[in-house]
């Protein structure tokens, strides 16, 4: 059925929202599609000036009981085109749902700053790398409070987000793999800082290729390959610290020599420049692009390793414990026969996180979605592998890993 838009005023619970417009930043909800079960939220849409929506039958999708059920004359839905995303709101006094919370507000303010210093950037204007100091402790302190909040809520950038909250991401997880490998607190601000600012360089490209919303041709690669020296200059002009310059002008430096800007191999590349190699790429491959679907978190970590030449292996693994053999938001098959989303890395082995149960398939068709801890000593089951999202087409995956709206 074909999106319908209607006036928030004629928004009644029960009601699927497809769309409210805009950045998903900017209103007050973490996604811009869900199922309306509570009036407060029709009260906090009008509240942010929200005019007009746009709405989608939620007809042959599983509801929990007392849920309303859809108009008697919306068509049915195909069993596996898709799902709706979970009706049950997180408990907001959960560490996890008040970080996630935090980690909003966190991005919200971070676009904003990277956006402003991207263009006095491109308006030749130094750059003042102690200046992001604020909002890199505020990214530390979130890993801190909790590890995967801020990290899964950054995923959930789009296009138009992507060059300014891939760079948070990758703050985020070079803190978290300095945190990982024990780094002293002045190299793990540096990592930090560098993530922060690691593609600043992209300021200078021009911005036809920059925001081309297909793949660059071979010439348009060419040119954007010049980004890293670009962003080492800028950075040294504004006095950062030599190792963030380093990452800026290495992270796609490889460990075979095959990389750029300079062919380094080895340990000829900086310890920091290594570590934002690896997050800069997992980041890269784990989201949304306009030319490509992004990469199951699980299915990612297994393709990276099997790089041979391209990280360090012993960063990489550090790496992997740090954000989990199954990262939040992996589509895992369980040996019970059944789909599941990974919500938390488990707490004693890397290979037994909590997930959110939601499909059989051996009934191929949706069940009630709950949560498993696979490391609990009473449970049998466990996770045969990650399951390919693109296969499956499920919606709303990132919603049922964080409970969202």
């Known amino acids: 059925m074909l999106a319908k838009r209607i006036p928030v005023q004629d928004l009644r619970p029960g009601m699927y929202i497809h769309k409210l417009g805009g950045s998903w930043l900017k209103h007050p909800f973490l996604r811009g599609s869900f199922l309306l079960t509570d009036p407060a939220d029709i009260r906090a849409i009008m509240e942010a000036g929200i005019r007009e929506v746009w709405i989608k039958s939620t007809a042959g999708c599983p509801r929990p009981e007392g849920r309303s059920e859809a108009p008697p004359d919306a068509p049915e839905a195909p069993a596996l085109t898709g799902m709706s995303p979970p009706v049950e709101t997180c ?18 303010s971070a676009k904003g700053q990277i956006v402003e210093m991207f263009n006095e950037a491109r308006l030749g204007k130094a750059i003042d790398p102690n200046a992001t100091l604020p909002l890199v402790d505020e990214i530390a302190s979130s890993i801190e409070r909790h590890p995967i909040a801020l990290l899964s809520v950054a995923r959930l950038k789009t296009h138009d987000d992507y060059t300014y909250l891939h760079s948070v991401a990758v703050c985020a997880l070079m803190l978290s793999l300095a945190r990982q490998l024990r780094l002293s607190e002045e190299h793990t601000r540096l990592a930090g800082i560098g993530g922060l600012m690691h ?47 380093e990452i800026a002008l290495y992270h796609h430096e490889k460990m075979n020599g095959q ?13 920091l420049a290594r570590m934002g190699a690896i997050c800069d790429v997992y980041d890269a491959v784990t989201s949304q692009r306009a030319y490509k679907e992004p990469w199951n978190p699980a299915g990612a970590m297994r393709q990276m390793a099997s790089w041979d030449g391209h990280f360090d292996k012993v960063l990489f693994n550090a790496f992997v414990k740090s954000v989990g053999i199954y990262p939040v938001g992996s589509l895992v098959r369980l040996a019970s026969q059944r789909l599941a989303v990974v919500t938390e890395p488990g707490q004693d082995s890397l290979l037994r996180p909590t997930v959110r149960v939601f499909f059989s398939l051996l009934d191929n068709e949706p069940i009630p979605m709950h949560l498993l801890d696979l490391g609990a000593p009473c449970c049998e089951d466990s996770i045969i592998g990650p399951e390919d999202e693109n296969r499956w087409h499920f919606r709303h995956l990132d919603d049922m890993c964080l409970w969202l709206k």
């Open 91 to 108: 408990d907001s006094t959960s560490p996890m749902a008040s970080e996630v919370a935090r980690a909003k507000d966190i991005c919200l």
């Open 199 to 245: 593609d600043l360089g992209k300021a200078a490209m021009p911005l036809d290729v920059l925001n081309k919303p297909g793949k660059l041709t071979d010439a348009e690669f060419e040119i954007m390959k010049g980004h890293p020296a670009a962003g080492a200059e800028l950075l040294r002009a504004g006095g950062a610290a030599p190792e963030v310059q």
């Open 259 to 271: 990389g750029y800007p300079h062919g380094l191999a080895g340990n000829e590349i900086p310890l």
